[in-house]
Every structure is written in C-alpha cells, then in structure tokens.
C-alpha cells in the first residue's frame, strides 16, 4: 500500500474536499502512474451527487485519466518507467464472457471495473478515480499516448473521444456518407472532429446560433439550428448516420425523420427522463435506433492512434483542482468549450 491524496466526495450534499487515502502495492502486472492531467466528465458529477443511486462514499471521480508511469510490477511489459500513459473508464473486467473475449470490456457480461466507484475484482474494495496524485492499473487497462499530441487536451479523449469515436466506427462513417451530430458540447466536439476526419459530411445540429462559427472551424461543412423547423425540413430522410450527443431531455423523433430508409441514429448522451420514439417513424422506413457505450480497450487504443495521426484532441479549459466545484456549476450551464481538465500540479502545489 502506499500513501495517495486527491479530492473526494464525502456525501451527496458534500462540495469535494482534499482526501487522503492508500493505494494498492503493485500486483505482477500492475503500473503506477503520477497523473498530469484529469478530465471532467459530466458522469463525475452524478457519480457525486449520488444522482445515479449508486455511489459508494467517499468517491473519488476522475476517469480521463493522463500522466507518467513511474513504478511497473515485475511481469509487465508493456510500459516503460518514465513513459506517457493513459486510463480511461474501465480499470478491469471479467476478461471471461463473451463480451470480454470478444474485446468489448465496455459490455462486460459481470460489468467491467469503474475507474472510480468500482469493486476490485480482488479485494472487493471501492476503486477510486483520477482527482488524485497517481493512480495503479493492470497493464491490459492502460493505455499508450501518442507523443504529438498534447497531454493535457488529449486527456477527454479517455471517455468523450471513444465514446463518440465507438459508433463512428462501428456504424463504418467514412467519405461519401451524410452523418449528423446532435449537440456541441464535450461529446459532440469531439464526434464532429472524428467524423470530419473519417472524410463524412457533417452535419451539426444546435439550438445555439451562437456555436455555428465554432462548429464549422471544428469540422462541420453544415449547420442546422434544430428549432427551425424550415432547416429540419430541408434534410428529411438524408442522413446515413446521425450520433446524437445530447443529455438533456429532447423530441428525438425529430432526428429519426431525417434518417434515410436502413439508417441509424445512435444515442450516446443519457437525458435523465426516457426518449419517446415514434414507432411508425422506424417502421416505414425501417430505420434503426441504438445506443452505444465507449469502447474496449482495443478499440480506445485504435481511437488514440487515429488521434495521433489527425492531430486531433480536445478544446479545453485547465483549471486547478481547488475550482472543481465552481466547474461543475460552470459545466451544467454549458459553460465551457468544451471540456474541463485538471492540472494536477495544483494538487501538489497545495499539499
């Protein structure tokens, strides 16, 4: 065990506070990475809040997790001491079901291991996240860093880049295809930079008219603003793909409408109340709706080397770990562009 510190959750009511906690000793596989930089996910603030009714307290959120591997266990071999390293959602799974063999972690049949708010295979013991100094992970669950790519932005690529990029993927986006994205937000930055790069059309769908500007230099070629029912109309049933991005409560049935016959819109923002879908909308056009999770470990791999090759990372505003909960206050206002990270120097500074 050795001696960790970082800001945690005491209760639901609780702003985070400083935190001191231990770590476990290395494992054969494990590393022991010192964290640079951690992103802010909105799933930190209702792991925090309690809002998914699951939290187990204290909590350490945190997992778009970038720094240094410092320490490695005597059977690792894939990183280095002093090496760039990354951690994402998911610290460890079953490794045994279907899901797993078939390099899906994400779907895990026994439910992959949170970051944070998880239960150690092992131990049983609470896994605790990325607002911390370092962090210990089995080398199957960490992942390599392109070096051009700057660490502090690359860090949202952990949960919103393959979050986005997974679908993207898997639904084949590639040139020649219409594809719209609902929402610019943190995910939805990072799915009109993806899919731009993959060579689609994009498309961004925003109540905002303030982000077209902001959503063409990110690599949109069109701009629709949803509550013009002219601009929805003009792009009924064109869409080969539409990645919808968006969390708050919203009419998707609007979006369904503008996919062409066998095209599918994916859901990867969760709205707290259920999606309404007007069955007839998929049915004579036999159209598809269908969520999507972030990624195995394979495939975030796959995510950060395309990164590396595109130079794409996310736009982000560094804050210190002191003005986390002015953060989440800033982030259910919409108030960022588009993804708060953490410089975890601020964390030592203060020790």
Known sequence: MFACTGYAASAADAPLAPFSFERRALRPKDVRIEIAYCGVCHSDLHQARNEWRNTVYPCVPGHEIVGTVVEVGPEVSKFKVGQHAAIGCMVDSCRSCASCKDGLEQYCENMFVGTYNGADKQTGETTYGGYSDQIVCDQ???LRLPENLDLAAAAPLLC???TTYSPLRHWKVGPGQKVGIVGLGGLGHMAVKLAHAMG????????????????????ADEVVISKDKDQMAAHASS???????????????????????????CQVG?????LAVAV??????????????IGGIAETQEMLDFCGQHGITSDIELIPIQDIEKAYS??????????????????????
């Open 140 to 142: 199957d669950f960490v």
């Open 160 to 162: 919103a880049g393959i």
């Open 200 to 219: 689609a059309h994009v498309v961004l769908f925003t109540t905002s008219p303030n982000k077209v500007e902001d959503a063409k230099k990110l690599g």
């Open 239 to 265: 869409f080969d793909f539409i990645l919808d991005c968006v969390a708050a409560n919203h009419d998707i049935n609007e979006y369904i409408g503008l996919l062409k016959r066998d095209a599918t819109l």
């Open 270 to 274: 969760a709205p707290e109340d259920p």
């Open 280 to 293: 007839f909308s998929l049915i004579l056009a036999r159209r598809n709706f269908a969520g999507s999770l």
């Open 330 to 351: 800033r982030m259910l206002k919409s108030d960022v562009k588009y993804r708060f990270v953490i410089d975890m120097a601020s964390l030592r500074e203060a020790a």
